[in-house]
């Protein structure tokens, strides 16, 4: 447990807290990204380094983007007036207050049969690279049809059905 | 082997990839089917050119020129059926002629079918057509023969109902496509013995195919019950599809019903190709057709063979009897076909192999001229077909009345220069020789004096005298052909990408018959695998000279007759009879219907056929339908003792329990409030629950 | 306290977090974040347990993530167009608008 473990996570959890709590959806956005870096740098900590940059590419380059456009294209950037009513609100934070205690109990119930080692596994770009095209090329190709129907599939959705109103 | 004979396969499959591929393609793609059917046609035809200059290679090296390759399709039981393509010399010849015939008729429907809206689909079937055909013609095997023969017909159902809209379009398509059926059940019945007998279906295998010595040799020493020679049996059999698809008496009707379909398709399928397939199935098939018991020095010719003969002999005389009193331009082209088939079963019959075969090219030449200039003639004259309607257009439309004068003397057999006389010529004199019979000599030759006079009759209506294309027939001209229609009213020339097609057709129209003339029979030694030589005396020995003069004779006899009764004076009007018609009303009346035979199969073999469906139906009605309604009304007694019993017994219980199952479905429909929160609660709810349990769990 | 039992421990709140934003915010295109938030916190898990596991030379974690984060965002591509396609429908995001599934 080092210094450097606790500011990130001091920095993750704000921004995440701050992306589900601010009124401003753009707003929301921006912390998330923050949160969303956080959790990279977590996981460069942690020795994953590919990871992390994927974790970068993917969710601070494009999801986070692609949420933007989202909130732009609906025109939900101005701050909601009709609120939810408080008993929905804490309702819901009570439910997932319940869930967090319960969790942290089971971890810190197991906490003695955990495993500590501690030496830095090392893994290089090229390791995964070969892992991908051997052990795990058939998930690869799974995820690379994946990605292609996720795609074609959202141009559809996003597509304007009524193509004559253009 | 040779990569092309390893290879032969792709010559037909190319043009049924075509076809799959337009069918896929979208509806208005025109150019893309065009270009397909087109390419692949080309692609083919240089595949056959090759095949046909390695068959020539190998016979100028003096190697047998005939090879195999076989491969096993499945296994059934503890036998393989193995199927295989070959190149011999009768194939190299008839891939080359249908893949350039068909290349040229493929061109000239681009300008044909222009304004069709089906364009794509009848490409499509055009290709798949072809496809077939070529099938047909590699095919090692009779099984597989069979396959691509059936092909040929399903494609020519398609293509002659192509404009199923017009209901006559429609009616010919299933008639032909029946008729040619009954010929070929018997064919399929033919195959059935074979494999039986000889237990393979390859033509030729290293000595174990049917067609070679020791198999033949086999079914001949079998007889049946009714002492007929197996092998006898056989061939017959499979001469009756031959029979069906060459349109020989007596299943000759279909053919001139199929000039419903479009006239590229009559010239290709109806006239150059698919008919021809019947004669190259029979030269096909020729050593079992042509095999006997008689002692080998002999000369005596086989059952199944003189039943050939007088088929075709009677179908060329028959055939060109009726073409004299027939209007319509196609349909006195369709019963010439059918008389010129007729030639080839005869040409077969009497002198074998070479003789039909040589006929069966320069016809499949000339008569796809013919066809592709009456169809520049009927899209020149906006869709008429009635040759009493037309005149003068030798001046409107200069190319093609060159060309179908060509066509018409190269049919006619006129003497020297044009291809029909020698290959005419090849089978009247084998005719004068055959030892059983002078008759078909003599059909011969009165059906060809024929086809001299119904052929001018023809050209001086069409192309002779003054229009008499009245006006008023432009606006109910004919319903399926108007597709073509451009709009301008007169007559005028057809576009060059149908005009040229005829010009090369017609040369070949013309130079063809130097391949086979009496003098140097270079075609007919390719296909008997004999050395060639120029023997100018070949004129003089064996009754040539008389039977070419008196061939000669009789072609300007017919001719003249021709001339003095239609072109002497001009017709008038297209309602004035016909002038040889004139002679005898009543039987030219007669003849015009086609001696009635349609009315005569309608009288005889549908009214059986409705006859037995009648005693079927009553039988149907009254007899099983009497057992079925007896059945029925015990059940329904059962029913209705089960309908008392549920009423009164099950019903209230089984009610009761809906309301149970329906007031729980209430109660939980609450649950589904459609908010996706309230869902997402229940599910983090439920992780709590199921956490604690596990911990508990493990606790203890 | 171990190493690993922090990053669990960690992983636990965001996870709460996501599922705390998911479960109160009405904007649709909020609770789609939440639950990519509580995907990243499960992605944290497989990282930590790999780092921290008896055997990191299989790579197994890692791979599992970047299958993971692959399926992430073809989730977040495919679920924001659905909210695309839902606004031009009912021109609005908001979940309450949202009930026409109401049994």
């Known amino acids: 447990m080092t210094i450097s473990f606790f500011i990130i996570a001091a920095i993750t959890i704000v921004g995440t807290a701050a992306a589900m709590s601010l009124k401003n959806l753009v707003h929301c956005v921006l912390s998330l990204t923050l949160g969303l870096v956080g959790l990279a740098l977590l996981f460069l900590l942690l020795g994953a380094q590919f990871v992390g940059f994927t974790q970068i590419l993917v969710y601070v380059g494009a999801v986070a983007i692609l949420a933007v456009f989202a909130i732009m294209m609906t025109r939900s950037a101005e701050p909601m007036t009709n609120l939810p009513p408080a008993s929905f609100r804490l309702s819901g934070v009570l439910i997932a207050a319940t869930v967090f205690a319960v969790l942290a109990w089971a971890i810190s119930s197991a906490t003695r049969s955990l495993p500590s080692q501690s030496s830095q596994p090392e893994v290089s770009v090229n390791q995964i690279g070969v892992a991908l095209m051997h052990q795990f090329v058939l998930p690869l190709e799974v995820i690379g049809v994946l990605l292609t129907a996720a795609l074609v599939g959202a141009a559809i959705l996003a597509m304007d059905e009524t193509g004559a109103s253009r | ?700 | 306290m171990s190493p690993l039992s922090g990053y669990l421990l960690l992983s636990a709140l965001l996870f709460s977090i996501g599922l705390a934003g998911a479960l109160t915010r009405r904007n649709a295109i909020l609770v789609l974040i939440g639950i990519e938030l509580m995907l990243n916190a499960a992605n944290l898990n497989f990282i930590a347990f790999w780092r921290y596991g008896p055997n990191p030379a299989a790579l197994t974690g890692v791979m599992f993530t970047i299958f993971s984060i692959s399926v992430a965002a073809a989730e977040a591509a495919v679920g924001l167009s659905i909210i695309l396609a839902v606004y031009r429908h009912s021109k609005s995001i908001n979940l309450d608008a949202m009930n026409s599934m109401k049994g």
């Not at chain 2, 279909?254 to 010239?267: F, I, K, N, R």
């Open chain 2, 1 to 700: 082997m040779n990569w092309i004979v390893r290879n032969l396969w792709l010559v037909p499959v190319l043009p049924v990839l075509a076809a799959g591929i337009s069918a896929l393609a979208k509806r208005k793609s025109r150019v893309l089917a065009a270009s397909l059917a087109i390419g692949s046609m080309s692609l083919s035809f240089l595949l056959s050119v090759w095949a046909f200059a390695h068959v020539l290679a190998l016979r100028n090296s003096g190697q047998p020129s005939l090879q195999v390759f076989n491969f096993r399709w499945f296994q059934f039981g503890n036998e393989w059926l193995s199927l295989g393509w070959m190149l011999d010399p009768l194939t190299a010849v008839m891939l080359v002629m249908v893949t350039f015939v068909g290349l040229l008729i493929f061109i000239y429907s681009v300008g044909y079918m222009e304004h069709d809206d089906n364009f794509m689909r009848f490409f499509c079937f055009l290709a798949l057509f072809a496809g077939a055909m070529l099938g047909v013609i590699i095919s090692n095997n009779l099984l597989l023969l069979f396959m691509c023969w059936e092909i040929v017909g399903l494609t020519s159902y398609l293509l002659i109902g192509f404009w199923f809209s017009n209901p006559k379009a429609a009616a010919a398509g299933k008639k032909a496509f029946i008729v040619t059926r009954i010929g070929d059940v018997l064919f399929f019945l033919g195959i059935v013995w074979l494999y039986a007998q000889s237990g393979t279906l390859l033509f030729y295998d290293n000595g174990a195919g049917f067609l070679e010595h020791s198999a033949i040799s086999h079914l001949l020493t079998q007889t049946t019950t009714t002492g007929i020679c197996v092998a006898t049996g056989i061939a017959l059999l499979i001469f009756c599809g031959a029979v069906g698809k060459s349109g020989q008496f007596p299943l000759h009707v279909w053919l001139p019903d199929a000039m419903e379909g479009p006239t590229p398709v009559s010239a290709l399928i109806h006239a150059a190709t698919m008919v021809a397939a019947g004669v190259f199935l029979v030269a096909r098939v020729y050593p079992l057709m042509s095999a006997h018991t008689g002692l080998a020095d002999v000369i005596t010719t086989s059952t199944a063979l003189q039943a050939v003969t007088w088929v075709g002999s009677f179908t060329a005389l028959f055939g060109a009897v009726i073409a004299v009193a027939q209007y319509d331009i196609k349909r006195i082209l369709a019963y010439s076909t059918v008389s010129q088939l007729g030639y080839m079963m005869m040409g077969l019959g009497v002198g074998g192999v070479s003789v039909g075969m040589f006929h069966l090219i320069t016809h499949a030449f000339f008569k796809s001229l013919l066809f592709l200039g009456a169809g520049s003639v009927i899209h020149g004259c906006s869709g008429e077909q009635d040759i009493r309607k037309m005149g003068g257009l030798g001046k409107l439309m200069p190319v093609t009345f060159v060309t179908y004068a060509i066509g018409m003397l190269a049919l006619c057999g006129f003497p020297l220069f044009f291809s029909g006389f020698w290959s005419k010529d090849e089978i009247l004199h084998a005719a004068h020789t055959w030892n059983i019979s002078q008759a078909p000599f003599y059909m011969g030759a009165f059906a060809a004096l024929l086809t001299a006079f119904y052929m001018s009759r023809q050209v001086f209506y069409v192309f002779a005298g003054t229009s008499r294309l009245a006006e008023e027939h432009h606006d109910h001209a004919h319903a399926a052909d108007t597709s073509s229609h451009h709009g301008s009213g007169s007559p005028h020339e057809s576009p060059a990408v149908m005009t040229v097609p005829l010009m090369i057709l017609s040369a070949f129209a013309l130079l063809l018959g130097f391949l086979g003339t009496p003098a140097w029979p270079w075609f007919q030694s390719f296909l008997e695998d004999a050395p060639v030589s120029v023997n100018f005396g070949a004129f003089l020995t064996g009754g040539m000279l008389p039977v070419m003069l008196s061939s000669s004779v009789i072609v300007l006899l017919g001719l003249t007759l021709g001339w003095w009764f239609f072109g002497r004076k001009p017709i008038e009007s297209a309602d004035a009879p016909d002038n040889f018609g004139k002679l005898s009303p009543s039987i030219f009346t007669a003849l015009g219907n086609a001696l009635y035979f349609d009315a005569i199969y309608g009288a005889t073999f549908v009214k059986l056929t409705t006859l037995l469906s009648r005693i079927s139906d009553w039988l149907d009605r009254w007899v099983w339908n009497g057992a079925v309604q007896t059945v029925t009304y015990t059940v329904l007694g059962f029913a209705h003792l089960d309908n008392f019993l549920d009423t009164n017994v099950v019903n209230s219980g089984f009610d009761e329990g809906c309301d149970t199952v329906s007031r729980s479905g209430k109660l939980l429909s609450m649950l589904q409030a459609g908010r996706i929160q309230g869902y997402l609660k229940i599910v983090a709810g439920a992780l709590v629950v199921f956490t604690i349990f596990l911990l508990w769990k493990a606790k203890i």
